[in-house]
């Protein structure tokens, strides 16, 4: 499965690597993806997603918001 957000969609990006020379070459961004599981009150389970880091404050604040 590749590094991307559930939610959001985020995705790993591309740039180039500097060196002291200035010269480039490409490199990699890869996304900030974690595990989560997340109950979901509807069906009174767990759910696993894999989400970006910077969604689980928004995932926190949506929780917060169904009780």
Same mark, same amino acid.
């Given at each position: 499965?590749?590094?991307?957000?559930?939610?959001?969609?985020?995705?790993?990006?591309?740039?180039?690597?500097?060196?002291?020379?200035?010269?480039?070459?490409?490199? !990699?961004?890869?996304?900030?993806?974690?595990? +989560? #599981?997340?109950?979901?009150? &509807?069906?009174?389970?767990?759910?696993?997603?894999?989400?970006? !880091?910077?969604?689980?404050?928004?995932?926190? +604040? #949506?929780?917060?918001?169904? &009780?």
């Amino acid at each position: 499965m590749s590094r991307k957000c559930s939610m959001t969609g985020k995705k790993g990006s591309v740039g180039n690597r500097r060196s002291h020379s200035r010269r480039a070459t490409k490199r !990699t961004f890869a996304a900030n993806i974690v595990k +989560k #599981r997340v109950f979901d009150a &509807k069906t009174g389970t767990y759910k696993t997603m894999k989400v970006a !880091t910077s969604y689980l404050r928004t995932l926190a +604040k #949506r929780l917060q918001a169904g &009780k």
